[in-house]
């Protein structure tokens, strides 16, 4: 779980303008100065540390824009100023699109998040990332890497009861 999620982002990597006649090498260091100023590899190193653990994580983007509450769609963004990673746990209740018409049918339209012992807030999906890798069917829940690996070791542990039981 720790391991694998620390790999992914030990090389980082580089950003590239889409722009002709942009320094690749300035655009780069700006964005890295930002990006180390947000502490981003922490935050999404900690979001694959929870999705590998739990299956699914979000990171909630804090941009400066012109919404009145976070539960509203971002609007008109001026800058990104903060990053926070967030697991299932901490995540109290996800409110499902069930539009089926809509692009989103099936996924989180917001998510209900405890910041803090006594607070929660609900987050638009606009103003989050939504981690996960292994899906098996529709949906925004994955798998755990370690469910797998839970289930031998449940056999294994029940192969030795019954042993000891026998001896």
């Known amino acids: 779980v720790f391991a694998v999620a620390h790999d992914v982002f030990d090389n980082w990597f580089e950003v590239e303008p889409l722009e002709e006649g942009v320094d690749r090498e300035k655009f780069n260091e700006a964005v890295q100065k ?9 935050v999404f190193t900690q979001a694959a540390v929870f999705e590998r653990a739990y299956g699914w994580s979000i990171v909630v983007i804090g941009y400066q824009d012109k919404a009145a509450t976070l539960k509203a769609p971002v609007l008109m963004p001026e800058k990104i100023v903060g990053l926070e990673a967030y697991s299932p746990l901490m995540i109290t209740d996800v409110k499902i699109d069930e539009d089926k018409n809509s692009s989103r049918f099936g ?48 056999v294994l542990r029940n192969i030795r009861w019954g042993m000891g039981q026998t001896m």
């Open 34 to 42: 930002v990006l180390l100023l947000l502490n981003a590899k922490d």
């Open 107 to 154: 996924l989180p339209q917001y998510y209900r998040v405890k910041i803090s012992d006594r607070e929660e807030a609900e987050i638009h999906f606009s103003r989050v990332i939504h981690f996960v890798t292994r899906k098996l069917e529709h949906g925004y829940k994955g798998i755990s890497v370690l469910e797998p690996v839970w289930d031998d070791l449940t």
